[in-house]
């Protein structure tokens, strides 16, 4: 089944997350998140993030972490990678020789990636939606 396309109005200011500015009410143009979120719409996909290794870069259980498949995954992206049959989302430590994929929590160990192991970087994270309980 096709998604849905669905566009929500999107007011032009900007909400500030310091003080408080006079508001100004009024909508200028329509936010779709697909638009917004998606470059690669062939090559996107959506993964439901399970555990708190992440929550450093503000990535929290239950978010949908955007991955993007056609993008060259670099040292410091966060990447959904695959070791050991296994998917994993970390940052992505290349320097020097070394391969790392590193947690953003400090409860978790850094993986190492060594000669022996099958690291796969599945894709690149390119967005996070959360929804809140109200």
């Not at 999107?10 to 470059?39: H, M, Q, R």
């Not at 050991?84 to 590193?102: A, D, Q």
């Amino acid at each position: 089944m096709a998604p849905v396309a669905s566009s929500l109005p999107l007011f032009l200011i900007k909400v500030p997350a310091g003080f408080p500015s006079p508001a100004a009410d009024y909508v200028e143009e329509t936010l779709d998140l697909n638009t917004y979120l998606v470059k690669h719409k062939a090559a996107s996909f959506y993964f439901t993030v399970e555990g708190d290794s992440m929550t450093g870069a503000g990535i929290l259980a239950g978010d949908r972490v955007l991955v993007d498949r056609s993008i060259e995954p670099k040292h410091g992206h966060i990447v959904v990678a695959v070791i050991s049959n296994e998917f994993t989302l970390k940052r992505l430590y290349r320097w020097r020789g070394v391969v790392e994929l590193r947690p953003e929590n400090s409860a978790y160990k850094v993986i190492r990636i060594t000669e022996d192991d099958d690291l796969q970087i599945w894709g690149v994270v390119a967005g996070v939606v959360r929804k809140f309980a109200v």
